[in-house]
T-cell receptor, first 117, second 115 residues
Framework: AQKITQTQPGMFVQEKEAVTLDCTYDTSDPSYGLFWYKQPSSGEMIFLIYQGSYDQQNATEGRYSLNFQKARKSANLVISASQLGDSAMYFC??????????????FGKGTKLTVNP | AAGVIQSPRHLIKEKRETATLKCYPIPRHDTVYWYQQGPGQDPQFLISFYEKMQSDKGSIPDRFSAQQFSDYHSELNMSSLELGDSALYFCASSAAEAGPRGNQYFGPGTRLLVL
């Protein structure tokens, strides 16, 4: 079974500063994917960034980067130059194993990020 | 680009009523996943379909059933609704050939309120 742990229920950051959201995972599958989603108060799940278990380099997508430490089973999200619009709930998720439709996502409890002006 | 479509977006039902949620995946996506997100909770996997067959099952109550049709759209049927069924229901689609590396694309969700 897969498990995601997000230990920060809430985080605060000043506008234009960087912030790191923590995520640790547990899985026995050698091949897996790690995802980060943003959920604003409106409710939609917005895909931010993906890291594959065999990827050699840390993933980056614009202001988002993923600090992937495989040996420590951590996949922290780094948001640079925070903006007010970054205020939202952030979920880390893992997807592994299975075939043809069995690769469900397992989510962590989420971190609520508040960006202060 | 086409996204996942869910209908209705909002639904209000009374206890013991039934509800049907619909999901239209991204064209050429053959896999559909349903998730339930209670207030202040993380999304929980309910059920998935691949090529119109159930492929995995999570914490879905027996009162719920789902299927995927020949055009790949999916419907989640919920009967004998309870107050605790009030939640945001997401549908996500993906292409199975992408495997665990493939992204799941989420629809906007259906917000169900049971009174």
């Amino acid at each position: 079974a897969q498990k995601i742990t997000q230990t920060q229920p809430g985080m605060f950051v000043q506008e234009k500063e960087a912030v790191t959201l923590d995520c640790t995972y547990d899985t026995s599958d050698p091949s897996y994917g790690l995802f980060w989603y943003k959920q604003p108060s409106s409710g939609e799940m917005i895909f931010l960034i993906y890291q594959g278990s065999y990827d050699q380099q840390n993933a980056t997508e614009g202001r988002y980067s993923l600090n992937f430490q495989k040996a420590r089973k951590s996949a922290n999200l780094v948001i640079s130059a925070s903006q007010l619009g970054d205020s939202a709930m952030y979920f880390c998720a893992i997807r592994s194993g299975g075939q043809g439709g069995s690769e469900k996502l397992v989510f962590g409890k989420g971190t609520k990020l508040t960006v202060n002006p | 680009a086409a996204g996942v479509i869910q209908s209705p977006r909002h639904l209000i039902k009374e206890k013991r009523e039934t509800a049907t949620l619909k999901c239209y995946p991204i064209p050429r996506h053959d896999t559909v996943y349903w998730y339930q997100q209670g207030p202040g909770q993380d999304p929980q996997f309910l059920i998935s379909f691949y090529e119109k067959m159930q492929s995995d099952k999570g914490s879905i109550p027996d009162r719920f059933s789902a299927q995927q049709f020949s055009d790949y759209h999916s419907e989640l049927n919920m009967s004998s609704l309870e107050l605790g069924d009030s939640a945001l229901y997401f549908c996500a689609s993906s292409a199975a050939e992408a495997g665990p590396r493939g992204n799941q694309y989420f629809g906007p969700g259906t917000r169900l309120l049971v009174l």
